[in-house]
């Protein structure tokens, strides 16, 4: 089974409006990193935030993490057609090889 | 883009037959991972391969299996191929124990 689970599954919103998708995991990270994917091709790493870390920023991109919830959000401010893709979060956990663990994914769309 | 490369880009394969995937990775990076995306899912963990030797492994079957070579460059075998073996399959390079994994652009597989 999958680590985290995004919230909404899928998103649709104006350009220029902000956009804010939501994961949950289950087990104790080291980190949580945000990856976005357009159209079944190849994931892009986006921003990494520590398990120590509650908020993180990054040009459009605010990250903030509640390790008491088991939760986190990506906020993408100012959106632009251009980011229409899907996002997914991914936790890498405290053992075993520093492989991640992705949730299901929220498809944004960004209309013009 | 990431310097990761993965080939062949399309794939396809019938029922029982065997296929080999490749990835060249970042630059500097030697370790591999490799995941399985189906459709409308995220990224599931298959392995991961350091030194030429698998380090971690999902809940995968043994008809999956990898190597990895001096120049870091790895294969993703799988043997016997079933239906639900359609997917995404994605190779990501890091350096051992970096936290941020880069990713390729997969090679899509359907089994027919």
């Known amino acids: 089974s999958q680590q985290g689970e995004e919230d909404p599954q899928a998103l649709s919103i104006q350009e220029g409006e902000n956009a804010t998708m939501n994961c949950s995991y289950k087990t104790s990270i080291n980190n949580l990193q945000w990856y976005r994917q357009n159209s079944g091709r190849g994931l892009v790493h986006l921003i990494l935030?520590?398990?120590?870390?509650r908020e993180k920023h990054s040009g459009r991109l605010r990250v903030t993490l509640d390790t008491s919830k088991k939760s986190s959000s990506l906020l993408i401010t100012a959106s632009r057609a251009a980011d229409t893709a899907s996002y997914f979060c991914a936790t890498a956990v405290l053992t075993g090889a520093n492989n991640l663990f992705f949730g299901t994914g929220t498809r944004l769309t960004v209309i013009p | 883009e990431t310097g990761v490369t993965q080939s062949p880009t399309h794939l396809i394969k019938t029922r029982g037959q065997q296929v080999t995937l490749r990835c060249s990775s970042q630059s500097g990076h030697n370790t591999v991972s490799w995941y399985q995306q189906a459709l409308g899912q995220g990224p599931q963990f298959i392995f991961q391969y350091y030194r030429e030797e698998e380090n971690g492994r999902g809940n995968f079957p043994p008809r999956f299996s990898g190597l990895q070579f001096p120049n870091y460059s790895s294969e993703l075998n799988v043997n016997a191929l079933e239906l639900d073996d359609s997917a995404l399959y994605l190779c990501a390079s890091s350096y051992w124990g970096g936290e941020t994994q880069y990713f390729g652009p997969g090679t899509r597989l359907l089994v027919l």
């Open positions: 935030i520590r398990s120590n870390e």
